[in-house]
């Protein structure tokens, strides 16, 4: 679980396009993180975003289990 708080918290940190290189290393553990509604592209008007960002339930899910606040 650590690598997987790694991710949420390197994506709250820095949001990236799709294709960067940090993505293409990190696949399965992001395509993890957005079926579990961790991460999200679209924006709160329902736009796509062109990058990743952590969602609400991300953000808790990191601080409930000590990854950033």
């Known amino acids: 679980m650590s690598e ?3 991710i ?3 994506i ?3 949001a ?3 294709q960067s290189d ?3 290393k990190n696949a399965a553990l992001v395509s993890e993180a957005a079926s579990r ?3 999200s592209c679209v924006s ?3 736009r796509n975003m062109g990058f ?3 969602t609400t339930k991300g953000q808790v899910f990191l601080s409930k289990h000590g990854g950033a606040v």
């Open 4 to 6: 997987y708080l790694r």
């Open 8 to 10: 949420l918290y390197a």
């Open 12 to 14: 709250k940190k820095e």
């Open 16 to 18: 990236r396009t799709y």
């Open 22 to 24: 940090f993505y293409r």
């Open 37 to 39: 509604g961790h991460i």
């Open 44 to 46: 709160t008007s329902g």
């Open 52 to 54: 990743w960002s952590l």
